[in-house]
């Protein structure tokens, strides 16, 4: 993508380099870039100054067509997928989590293998074990109804674990440090 490379040229490298550049096109400092800021930061950027053309790539980061492009649409979008390194490793990790091998992560599947009785929230009596185990599960559905609106079903398939992964992974710039903490919080040998 022509804008990923234009604005690792100019030196947005990593994830603090890519916070940079975001904060930089912020003009107003609330958190997301409006069309405004978007338009402007391409032109200054040399992307584009085309309207159309612009219109056009703003649509493709706004993921949750808010109107706005919040840093982890920017994000997303600028560091792209996950390589094939931790989409395996994340598929690993559902693999570990699918108790009953059906290809989706029901309640039964996360209570076994997701521990809440330690979550401050249940130890202070705020929430119960299963309120904290429906959050996880709407975790990772917030994440995939970006994309798929009708997608909130009490069941994580795989494309929806990777979805939230893949965000997951946007922040990570280290391979190592990704599949470090995917084997430390599912419990699985390295690959």
């Known amino acids: 993508m022509r804008v990923r490379s234009r604005i690792q040229q100019r030196g947005a490298r990593g994830i603090a380099g890519l916070g940079r550049s975001f904060k930089v096109m912020d003009d107003d400092n609330s958190g997301c870039l409006n069309r405004s800021e978007f338009f402007k930061a391409l032109n200054d950027y040399r992307i584009s100054n085309d309207p159309k053309e612009i219109e056009a790539i703003f649509k493709i980061f706004d993921q949750d067509n808010s109107g706005s492009i919040c840093y982890n649409e920017f994000i997303r979008q600028i560091v792209g997928k996950m390589n094939v390194r931790r989409e395996s490793i994340a598929t690993r990790a559902f693999t570990v989590m699918d108790l009953n091998g059906n290809g989706t992560l029901e309640i039964s599947d996360i209570k076994q ?12 009596g705020k929430k119960s074990e299963d309120d904290v185990l429906y959050e996880f599960l709407d975790t990772f559905e917030a994440h995939c109804a970006m994309q798929h609106p009708d997608s909130k079903d009490r069941q ?31 419990g699985f040998d390295k690959p």
């Open 156 to 186: 994580i398939t795989l494309p929806e674990w990777l979805e939230y992964y893949n965000n997951v992974s946007c922040s990570i710039d280290n391979d190592d440090y990704f599949e470090a903490m995917m084997v430390n919080a599912f």
């Open 113 to 124: 293998r997701y521990n809440s009785k330690k979550h401050p929230d249940v130890l202070l």
